[in-house]
């Protein structure tokens, strides 16, 4: 069975740093482009970041110079460092897992809010 278990979220003040956790299993991780989408209340699901399986990153512009996706196919294990956070990063961060072949997951997401 697969499993994708977004951790890390919690309430920060602007300005202030989150480290988000997905931990993967029941699928061949390192086979996996790995990536970190958001929604915000009332916005669509937006894509944030995405490491390929060589391990080449890619961002949004919105967060690009502020958050790093990271991952390790030792421990199965996707990262998104998150610095400088704004008010307007509030969302529910969710981890996918999409394959070549077409097999796509989601985990259930993790609630980062941002205010003072």
């Known amino acids: 069975q697969v499993q994708l278990a977004e951790s890390g979220g919690g309430l920060v003040q602007p300005g202030g740093s989150l480290r988000l956790s997905c931990a993967a299993s029941?699928?061949?991780?390192?086979?996996?482009?790995m990536a970190w989408y958001r929604q915000a209340p009332g916005k669509e699901r937006e894509l944030v970041a995405w490491?390929?399986?060589?391990?080449?990153?890619n961002y949004a512009e919105l967060v690009k110079g502020r958050f790093t996706i990271s991952r390790d196919n030792a421990k199965n294990t996707l990262y998104l460092q998150m610095n400088s956070l704004e008010p307007e990063d509030t969302a529910v961060y969710y981890c996918?897992?999409?394959?070549?072949?077409?097999?796509?997951?989601w985990g259930p997401g993790t609630l980062v809010t941002v205010s003072s």
């Open positions: 029941g699928i061949t991780f390192s086979t996996y482009i």
């Open positions: 996918n897992a999409q394959h070549r072949k077409g097999f796509n997951y």
């Open positions: 490491v390929t399986r060589s391990g080449a990153t």
